[in-house]
């Protein structure tokens, strides 16, 4: 079975301040995406990473995938109050067809 | 806009009265999911639609059932709801093309069981 394993659990920050997201696995993933769940809501895909040593930005956030392609890193700068949620990154499993894996989830507080 | 739409945002039923959630797509997605999250874990996967054909995950309970009567709709029923039951049940659905397996979830209905 492959996991994706996903540190810190909790993180709570002040506004203004960086942060880095782990997402770590023994298996070799061939991509792997990262959701921001909002309270209350569903998650929405924030980005997809699909070649080794892949790095991605959006606006505060880099994405990056590991050379081996068995992990990944969410980077926000700058974090405000709207980057508040959970975290989840999430991947294919070799031979689970049309499934993703999540990982354990991050879930992330920035006060203002 | 393309969406995936859940109905209702918030359901409340009493302990072992059925109870069916319900959700749309206008992405015309072939493959359609239902999940299961209780409080900040990973949603965890109760089954899917490829197109018509229904996989279920070996330990989701008898009492979770799924229907699919077209592309656009697929419904969770669930026979006789525990307290064990409530959480958030979110659907979400995938283009089988690719290795991504990218997927677009609704907002989810939050089920209390009373």
């Known amino acids: 079975t492959q996991l994706l394993e996903q540190s810190p659990q909790f993180l709570s920050i002040q506004e203004g301040e960086n942060l880095t997201v782990y997402c770590n696995s023994s298996s070799v993933f061939s991509s792997l995406q990262w959701y921001r769940q909002e309270p209350g809501e569903g998650p929405v895909l924030l980005v997809t990473?699909?070649?080794?040593?892949e790095v991605k930005k959006l606006k505060r956030l880099t994405f990056q995938f590991g050379d081996a392609r068995k992990d990944s890193s969410l980077h926000i700068t700058a974090a405000q109050p709207g980057d508040t949620g959970l975290y989840l990154c999430?991947?294919?499993?070799?031979?689970?067809?049309?499934?993703?894996?999540f990982g354990t989830g991050t879930r992330l507080l920035v006060s203002p | 806009d393309a969406m995936v739409i859940q109905n209702p945002r918030y359901q409340v039923t009493q302990f072992g009265k059925p109870v069916t959630l319900s959700c749309s797509q206008t992405l015309n997605h072939n493959v359609m999911y239902w999940y299961q999250q209780k409080s900040s874990q990973a949603p965890k996967l109760l089954f899917h639609?490829?197109?018509?054909?229904?996989?279920n995950e070996a330990d989701t309970p008898d009492n979770f059932q799924s229907r699919r009567p077209n592309t656009s709709f697929c419904f969770l029923d669930i026979r006789s709801p525990g307290l064990g039951d409530a959480a958030m049940y979110l659907c979400a659905t995938s283009r089988d093309l690719g290795l991504a397996r990218e997927q677009y979830f609704g907002p989810g209905t939050r089920l209390t069981v009373t």
């Open positions: 990473v699909v070649t080794g040593g």
């Open positions: 639609y490829y197109d018509k054909d229904f996989n």
């Open positions: 999430a991947g294919p499993p070799t031979g689970g067809f049309q499934k993703l894996v």
